[in-house]
């Protein structure tokens, strides 16, 4: 079976969930719709305040995993074990746990109140140690003969890492990055646990109030994949760039 082939069962696919979704939606009641439509300003501050959640943490996850990659990548041995430690005490405990954690023990003993700094933090947190992860991949897929001729050159550590190492190192790290930015908008929707007025709050306080789970629940489902389907198509133009290119 050709890729085009595939590709339109895929996308067939994902129609035809979003028109069961649609379908299954559209049974309830009138009067149930009628309910929800009155909270649509809820559902769409929530859906705004995600989007600058997001952006926020993506950003910062991003700084945060190249640091740490660079760390563990390092020679300095203080550097490469805070970071060690780092992502695998990320990786290695859920996100939900780490919110609880971040913001009533280390939140409290900061006197960081704020919801938003906290959660914002926190997401940028758990996102960077994947990065980080991805980055290192992307540095192991440079190989040795390269570097020993960067050395061979008389260029330094930082200079092969800068000049050499990062620019290859990226070419391969975009496509699981796009798939990892994806999933940190997914994962924003743990914040409503701390009371964070974003899109899931929305929806959680919208079913509370109207008694209509589903059709409360489905401009959820289509607001995020607003967000995340152009990312996910992003990533697998990014991938067929990158086995076109090799």
């Known amino acids: 079976m050709s890729q085009s082939v595939q590709r339109a069962l895929i996308y067939v696919g994902l129609i035809l969930l979003i028109c069961a979704l649609m379908f299954t939606a559209l049974a309830a009641s009138t009067q149930q719709w009628s ?36 760390a563990r990548e390092g020679s300095v041995f203080i550097f490469r074990a805070i970071a060690t430690i780092y992502v695998e005490f990320i990786r290695g405990t859920p996100l939900l746990v780490q919110l ?5 023990v280390f939140g409290n003993a900061l006197h960081l ?11 940028a947190l758990f996102s960077g140690a994947y990065i980080a992860e991805i980055i290192r991949g992307g540095f192991a ?21 800068r000049l ?9 790290s975009l496509p699981p ?34 008694y209509s789970t589903i059709e409360s629940y489905f401009p959820l489902a289509i607001g995020y994949l607003v967000l995340t ?10 991938e067929k760039r990158v086995r076109y290119e090799d």
């Open 113 to 123: 109140e704020n919801r938003y700094v906290v959660g914002t933090i926190t997401l």
């Open 35 to 70: 309910a929800v439509w009155n909270y649509r300003v809820l559902f769409w501050k929530g859906w705004v305040t995600t989007i600058l959640i997001s952006l926020a943490a993506l950003v910062l996850s991003l700084a945060i995993g190249v640091i740490a990659a660079l």
């Open 229 to 238: 389907l152009p990312i996910s198509l992003w990533s697998r133009a990014l």
């Open 164 to 172: 050499v190492i990062i620019p290859q190192a990226l070419r391969v």
């Open 141 to 161: 897929s440079v190989g040795e003969t390269q570097r020993e001729s960067a050395r061979a050159l008389g260029l330094t550590q930082g200079q092969t890492v």
């Open 100 to 104: 609880l954690l971040f913001f009533y």
């Open 177 to 210: 990055l796009a798939g990892q930015f994806a999933s940190l908008i997914k994962d924003s929707s743990l914040l409503s646990i701390l009371g964070i007025s974003e899109f899931a709050l929305a929806a959680q306080q919208t079913a509370s109030a109207t």
